[in-house]
């Protein structure tokens, strides 16, 4: 089955303490991105991918960290989280090379709290 | 960067009316404008998108409109069921790079 899977699907945690959520596509996508979601501001892109070892900012990247070493995987890392990244976050990834490239498939999301 | 502006923020509708919803856009380069339908507890998926080439797109009851002059573009859900309740988000983007998301109106359909 097409999918896209993150870990853990929900987290607590305190501040300052590093996590990573993982992120992965078996559809051999190459475009892949990170989302938070909060109530009032719609999804926010933190960071995407267009291909292996190529990774770009996007609207909200402060605070966060990404690696594309392989092509399903995605991790998001929070260095040291603070109570402002208390969040729900989504991983995506689209074909960029198909005819419907930019139809994006998202995870099912990721609630983080930061205490 | 772009700025993408929804509206309404939530739209209640009798069922089999139709429900209409707006954005609009300010980075006149975007030519990619996909909508998408979030239900409870899951992620966006992709219903209809809509390219800068194109003016209108049709599947089934859904319809999306691209106006490039005054740079908006429409949801358009004819004959509502109580199954189209949900929260409803449009994007712009340049194809390959960054997705900017409206934020969201919750759509809901009265039986």
């Known amino acids: 089955e097409a999918q896209v899977t993150q870990n853990p699907r929900y987290l607590i945690t305190v501040t300052g303490k590093k996590l990573t959520v993982t992120c992965s596509q078996n559809?051999?996508?190459?475009?892949m991105s990170w989302y938070r979601q909060d109530p009032g501001l719609g999804l926010r892109q933190i960071y995407y991918?267009?291909?292996?070892?190529?990774?770009d900012k996007g609207d909200v990247p402060e605070g966060y960290k990404v690696s594309r070493k392989e092509k399903r995987n995605f991790p998001l890392i929070l260095e040291s989280p603070s109570p402002n990244q208390t969040s729900l976050y989504f991983c995506?990834?689209?074909?960029?090379?198909?005819?419907?490239?930019?139809?994006?498939?998202f995870g099912p999301g990721t609630r983080l709290l930061v205490l | 960067g772009e700025n993408v502006e929804q509206h309404p923020s939530t739209l209640s509708v009798q069922e089999g009316d139709s429900a209409v919803i707006k954005c609009t856009y300010s980075?006149?380069?975007?030519?990619?404008f996909p909508w998408y339908k979030q239900e409870l507890g899951k992620g966006p998926q992709l219903i209809i998108d809509?390219?800068?080439?194109?003016g209108e797109k049709k599947d089934q009851r859904i319809a999306v409109t691209l106006n490039k002059t005054a740079k908006h573009f429409s949801l358009h859900i004819t004959e509502t069921q109580p199954e189209d309740s949900a929260v409803y988000f449009c994007?712009?983007?340049?194809?390959?790079?960054?997705?900017?998301f409206g934020t969201g109106t919750s759509l809901t359909v009265i039986p």
């Open positions: 991918s267009m291909n292996v070892e190529v990774t």
């Open positions: 809509i390219r800068s080439n194109v």
């Open positions: 994007a712009a983007s340049i194809i390959g790079n960054q997705f900017y």
């Open positions: 980075d006149s380069a975007s030519n990619y």
């Open positions: 559809m051999n996508h190459e475009y």
């Open positions: 995506a990834s689209s074909d960029s090379r198909a005819s419907h490239q930019e139809t994006q498939y």
